[in-house]
Each structure stands twice: as structure tokens, then as C-alpha cells.
């Protein structure tokens, strides 16, 4: 399961995703499309990335499917995704 979580992380939309996610709010996905400028199904498919890793999860609602951060994740994954985070976060600041 880490390699799945690692992989799912490797990706800048996907890890701009978790950004957006990480408030701790549900997110439907046609707000992360606006946000992030990327197509539906493009979304959609890195959604279901982290989805299949168990890092977020999703519930239908309409047409559309909210996503929030998987709370039922074990602390050592939570741990992951928060240094991933902050890592990213730190580079975009030193980029700036």
C-alpha cells in the first residue's frame, strides 16, 4: 500500500488536489477542476488514483462525487501526506 500512496502523491495535480483537500472539507470535483484549470475527466482520473490508494474518499452526490481526505487512514500514512505537504509547500515558497 505505500508504493500506491507514494505513486498517487507523485503527481503535481494530484498533490495540488490534496492541498485543496487538506482543510479538511468535502470538495466536489467540479471545484477542483476550476481551481486546479484541468478538464473533467482528466480530474476525475487522478481522483480515482488517489481514491484506489485509500488517500481520499469519495460520495456521489448528483451527477458529481465529493472528495475530502480518508480520516480512517492509519497515523503513519497521515503522517506521509502531512510531510509530503509540507515539503511541497516549503519548495513553492523557496521557488518564489
Known sequence: MITDVLSALSEP??????HLL???????VCELMATLQ??????????????????????RDAQWVRYR???????E???I???V???DISQQRNAA
Open 38 to 59: 484541468t478538464t473533467q475527466s482528466r480530474m476525475s482520473r487522478h481522483m480515482k488514483t488517489l481514491l484506489s490508494a485509500g488517500v481520499v474518499v469519495g460520495r
Open 13 to 18: 495535480t494530484r498533490l495540488a488536489a490534496l
Open 85 to 87: 505537504l509540507a515539503v
Open 69 to 75: 481526505l480518508n480520516s480512517n487512514l492509519s497515523t
Open 22 to 28: 487538506s482543510d479538511g472539507k468535502e470538495h466536489c
Open 81 to 83: 501526506i502531512n510531510a
Open 77 to 79: 500514512y497521515q503522517n
